[in-house]
Nanobody, 120 residues
Framework: QVQLVESGGGLVQAGGSLRLSCAASGRTFSANAMGWFRQAPGKEREFVAAIKWSSGRTSYADSVKGRFTISRDNAKITLYLQMNSLKPEDTAVYYC?????????????WGQGTQVTVSS
């Protein structure tokens, strides 16, 4: 099993920045990619960004390209999401996930989520 714990969420004004972290532990070798998803109230969970752990290759949703940056720290086995120029529509619970495959990742481990609220 892979355990994922997110942190870094909070309340920020539009135009501000936040950095989310996701600490991974357990059988992390069983996953070769990690990603961020989000779910706003009344909406389905949507993909935000992903990274292939070994190469650092990344993928982003169109809605966050140029504003969000996904990265990882191999030594700490930690995933990050730097979010800049935040908009009210970025308000959601953000989830970290781990899985196998690239570019189509089969995510089978999920964190508990962290709330991000962007005020206008």
């Amino acid at each position: 099993q892979v355990q994922l714990v997110e942190s870094g969420g909070g309340l920020v004004q539009a135009g501000g920045s936040l950095r989310l972290s996701c600490a991974a532990s357990g059988r992390t070798f069983s996953a070769n990619a990690m990603g961020w998803f989000r779910q706003a109230p009344g909406k389905e969970r949507e993909f935000v960004a992903a990274i292939k752990w070994s190469s650092g290759r990344t993928s982003y949703a169109d809605s966050v390209k140029g504003r969000f940056t996904i990265s990882r720290d191999n030594a700490k086995i930690t995933l990050y999401l730097q979010m800049n120029s935040l908009k009210p529509e970025d308000t959601a619970v953000y989830y970290c996930a781990a899985g196998k495959g690239w570019p189509g990742v089969n995510y089978d481990h999920w964190g508990q989520g962290t709330q991000v609220t962007v005020s206008s």
